[in-house]
């Protein structure tokens, strides 16, 4: 019987630590299915936050933003090929930069739009002409396009 005991002693001992390691474990698991529930928490908040603003966005910037992406999608359908980037892949110093602008597009320094029209419409050199392709509305907004990108060094 004394052997036995030792035996269920030593069993005791065992369940005994086993058990404090399930309790430990279970306040670990506690304790990260808190932090996650906060983060979860903040997710929906965010995105509520975010979706509120989508709502109730200002008009004039909602026109905005729908200009530029037209004037974007003008100028990658019409003119990335050649100038990604602003870049020019046919003549590398005739890039839209703005210092190259000034340097190669007449009356540059004087009317921008108006000399960035006329390029647009006309083209020169490797450049091919617009005006039959685009519309005067389109030739302006990609103007307008090309003068912002290079005021911002594309």
């Given amino acids: 019987m004394t ?3 030792g035996k269920s002693s030593s069993n005791w001992k065992a369940f005994s630590s086993h ?4 309790e430990k474990l279970i306040l670990l698991l506690e304790a990260y299915c808190e932090e996650n529930a906060l983060k979860i928490l903040l997710l ?3 995105l509520a936050i975010a979706l509120l603003n989508f709502t109730f966005i200002d008009p004039a910037l909602a026109a905005e933003t729908s ?3 037209k004037a974007t999608k003008i100028f990658n359908s019409n003119c990335a090929s050649c100038h990604i980037g602003g870049g020019n892949i046919l003549i590398a110093e005739k890039t839209l930069k ?3 602008l000034q340097h ?5 320094d004087t009317n921008p739009i108006q000399a960035i029209i006329a390029q ?3 083209g020169k050199n490797a450049m091919p002409a617009f005006k039959s392709k685009l519309s ?3 030739i302006l907004e990609v103007a307008a396009y090309v003068f912002q990108k290079a005021e911002q060094g594309w």
């Fill in 120 to 122: 647009i419409q006309n």
């Fill in 136 to 138: 005067e509305q389109e």
């Fill in 98 to 100: 703005k210092q190259a």
């Fill in 104 to 108: 190669y597009l007449k009356d540059y």
């Fill in 67 to 69: 200009e530029a992406s």
């Fill in 3 to 5: 052997i036995s005991r």
């Fill in 19 to 22: 058990r404090n390691l399930l």
């Fill in 44 to 46: 929906i908040l965010l």
